[in-house]
């Protein structure tokens, strides 16, 4: 099976940089991706990671590194509007999204 | 459509009847998948189609659960003797599954209380 994990909640104030950190355990799949979801709406689809390394859109960047099993999502120029969840998903071979538990984000003004 | 449509946003339900929800993808997505989602949890994957067929259900919690895909389009989940854990957040997600867009696109989900 594949699990993951990830800080149940981070908190940080408007304009600062925070990293939302992601564990897993498989035996193997294609990708790692980030969603954000905020409270009662639909997650969105953020960043995907097939390769080592760092993916930047924007204010948000995305790392994987396989040899460590471990991601993770930087946030930059924070704001309040980025108050949200969340969660990192790894694509398996079955062709689904695993997702994490999620992280809870507050930003701070 | 622009977007995935799930109906109907809201149900509420009496313990041991079925309910249907309906989801209509991204036109042309190939791929479609169900998830459900608890108050304050992370998303639980129920089922997945590449087309019309199936290739995993493995998520599916009971047999009380069932999905059909018609048309590569619209797809259903019914969900037959409802009990109150079921209650939870439905979403559907469709994917085009190319290149290296693996992105999905949610709907907005169907929120289903059993009482």
């Known amino acids: 099976g594949q699990s993951l994990e990830q800080p149940s909640e981070v908190t940080a104030v408007e304009g600062a940089i925070v990293q939302i950190n992601c564990t897993y355990q498989?035996?193997?799949?294609?990708?790692l991706s980030w969603y954000q979801q905020h409270d009662g709406g639909a997650p969105t689809f953020l960043s995907y990671?097939?390769?080592?390394g760092l993916e930047e859109t924007g204010r948000f960047s995305s790392f994987l590194s396989r040899s460590d099993s471990y991601g993770y999502l930087l946030l930059q120029e924070l704001q309040m509007k980025d108050s949200a969840s969340y969660f990192c998903?790894?694509?398996?071979?079955?062709?689904?999204?695993?997702f994490g538990p999620g992280t809870r984000l507050s930003v701070l003004p | 459509g622009a977007g995935v449509s799930q109906s109907p946003s809201n149900k509420v339900t009496e313990k041991g009847k079925d309910v249907e929800l309906r989801c209509d993808p991204i036109?042309?997505?190939?791929?479609l998948y169900w998830y459900r989602q608890s108050l304050g949890q992370g998303l639980e994957f129920l089922i997945y189609?590449?087309?019309?067929?199936?290739?995993?259900k493995s998520g599916l919690p009971s047999d009380r659960f069932s999905a059909e895909r018609t048309g590569e389009s619209v797809s259903t989940l019914t969900i037959q003797r409802t009990q109150q854990e079921d209650s939870a957040v439905y979403l559907c997600?469709?994917?085009?599954?190319?290149?290296?867009?693996?992105?999905?696109?949610f709907g907005s989900g169907t929120r289903l209380t059993v009482v």
């Open positions: 990671n097939a390769l080592d």
């Open positions: 997600a469709s994917s085009s599954g190319q290149g290296t867009n693996y992105g999905y696109t």
């Open positions: 498989t035996s193997g799949f294609y990708g």
């Open positions: 998903a790894l694509l398996n071979y079955g062709q689904n999204f695993v």
């Open positions: 036109s042309g997505h190939t791929a």
């Open positions: 189609f590449q087309g019309n067929s199936a290739p995993d």
